[in-house]
């Protein structure tokens, strides 16, 4: 899932409420999210993502916070539709319950199972939800009881768009970090290696940094690569070789995996180049960034990344597509991926050369952490940052007349949280063992990039992208915005 998120509202943070018993009805584990966005919540879940930001403490204000509503996403139905499974008006049959279950779920449990773990959770209902971060393939909706009770509800969903995972858990709760000083404690004490950057880039041409936790090494970025393939199409648009309203077409010689939403249609679909960049920030869809990178050609967009200020461009040349990255991370057997890794740049070249056309058939299920071997794409907090900047000045040229829209459509954080800021820009990113989650915030006078890279060799440590993205919300939070 890429940390591509949709936050809605954040759920609450100090309140100390559990829930007596909470019903697990699968485990959750990474899923199909090397490109993905969870949260981009950019899938930071997401996108991402995964919202988990300072809210009320008090009981009664909690009780207060409106309904939200659950986004028309392919998650998001499923998300409905257990809400409605668990509202004692509209109970479900077996056969209903066992139809939304992908094969991994059913293997865990059978549909008259499900609809007796739903009569439990009904019971203590009625619940409405109060906080949904998601991306199109993983979301989290907090939902809350009359009694006040919070729980968690996390669906995954599998390449069918069926149900591959599904979690009843008490709601995350964490105490914001109130100074640099609490922040710089919590990347401390985070489950993977992160690094955390607050940059002040009011004046692009000497940037300032204003927090900085953990090393600052090239680290695995996930979706984030994106943003280069952004910046090339802009150039491509300025040259005169594209414009945002030619079309890009579906094959199945360049179909990926999720997330996204394009690889479902069928061959010979075509959509604007203005609408697949869009896709490719907002919901961090793979098929659309493939589709992109052919029709700029690999090579402009490995020349963003000189262009765009990366400090070591070598780490990611050749650039992959998205479904080179599935077939190299954990297709043949790991056969790609041992090649890849002892490869040059020359025999990386030749190694794409060889791959099949269209995406490779592997498990729903990732397990495996394939960054070590180099097969991701890599950037330095500071490459980011240097991306971001100069994606701020393609905005301001006519051919970049969209990216603001392109953007900021999905900001990675609850309104409520960016709200002193006139624009945000995010993109985030996501796979087995890797969490990147990056903003470009401005106000009338001022702007920031805030960057935080977390990696790690167990894929459990970035499996909750929540106190990764809480540490990110605290960071906003301190800005002296003015």
């Not at 004046?203 to 280069?228: C, N, R, T």
């Not at 301001?396 to 006139?422: H, K, R």
Request: glycine fraction near 8%.
């Amino acid at each position: 899932m890429d940390i591509s998120t949709t936050p809605v509202r954040p759920p609450s943070t100090t309140a100390r409420r559990r829930v007596a018993a909470a019903l697990a009805l699968g485990v959750l584990v990474p899923v199909l999210a090397a490109c993905g966005d969870a949260t981009d919540p950019e899938s930071p879940v997401s996108s991402a993502s995964t919202a988990a930001s300072p809210a009320s403490s008090d009981a009664t204000d909690a009780a207060d916070v409106d309904p939200v509503e659950v986004p028309d996403t392919a998650v998001g139905r499923e998300v409905s539709w257990v809400l409605g499974a668990i509202d004692p008006a509209t109970p479900v049959t077996a056969e209903d319950a066992a139809a939304h279950l992908g094969e991994a779920a059913s293997a865990a449990i059978s549909g008259e199972e499900l609809v007796v773990a739903f009569a439990q959770v009904a019971a203590s209902g009625p619940w409405r939800v109060v906080s949904y971060t998601g991306t199109e393939t993983e979301a989290v909706a907090t939902i809350r009881s009359p009694a006040d009770d919070e729980l968690d509800l996390t669906v995954t969903l599998d390449e069918a768009g069926l149900v591959s995972a599904l979690l009843f858990a008490p709601a995350f709760e964490r105490t914001p970090a109130t100074s640099w000083e609490e922040l710089t404690a919590a990347v401390a004490a985070m489950p993977a290696e992160t690094t955390l950057v607050v940059v002040d880039v009011t004046d692009p041409a000497a940037p300032s940094e204003v927090f900085a936790a953990g090393d600052e090494v090239a680290a695995p970025i996930g979706s984030v690569f994106k943003l280069y393939v952004l910046g090339a199409v802009v150039q491509a648009v300025a040259d005169g070789t594209l414009s945002w309203d030619d079309t890009v077409t579906v094959t199945d010689a360049l179909r990926s995996l999720p997330s996204g939403e394009l690889q479902n249609e069928p061959a010979g679909t075509s959509v604007t180049v203005r609408e697949a960049a869009q896709a490719m920030i907002e919901i961090s869809d793979n098929t659309a960034t493939d589709l992109l990178i052919d029709a700029v050609g690999r090579a402009a967009v490995e020349d963003q990344l000189v262009a765009m200020g990366h400090s070591d461009p070598g780490l990611n040349r050749p650039f992959l597509m998205t479904r080179e990255l599935f077939w190299i991370g954990w297709g043949d057997d790991g056969a790609y991926r041992e090649r890849w890794a002892g490869a040059d740049e020359a025999g990386r070249r030749a190694l794409l050369a060889e791959l099949p056309e269209g995406p490779p058939e592997i498990a729903t299920v990732l397990d495996e952490v394939v960054w070590p071997d180099g097969a991701d794409w890599f950037a330095t907090p500071d490459d980011i940052v240097a991306a971001h900047v100069a994606l701020g000045r393609l905005a301001e040229t006519p051919a970049g007349e969209p990216l603001a829209q392109i953007l900021g459509t999905n900001p990675g954080f609850a309104p409520d949280q960016v709200a002193e800021f006139d624009t945000v820009a995010f993109k985030g990113g996501s796979s087995t063992g890797e969490l990147a989650l990056t903003w470009r915030l401005t106000t009338s006078d001022a702007a920031w990039v805030v960057v935080l890279q977390a990696r790690s060799e167990d894929p459990a440590a970035t499996a909750d992208p929540r106190p990764y993205v809480g540490a990110a919300g605290d960071a906003v939070a301190l800005l002296d915005v003015g």
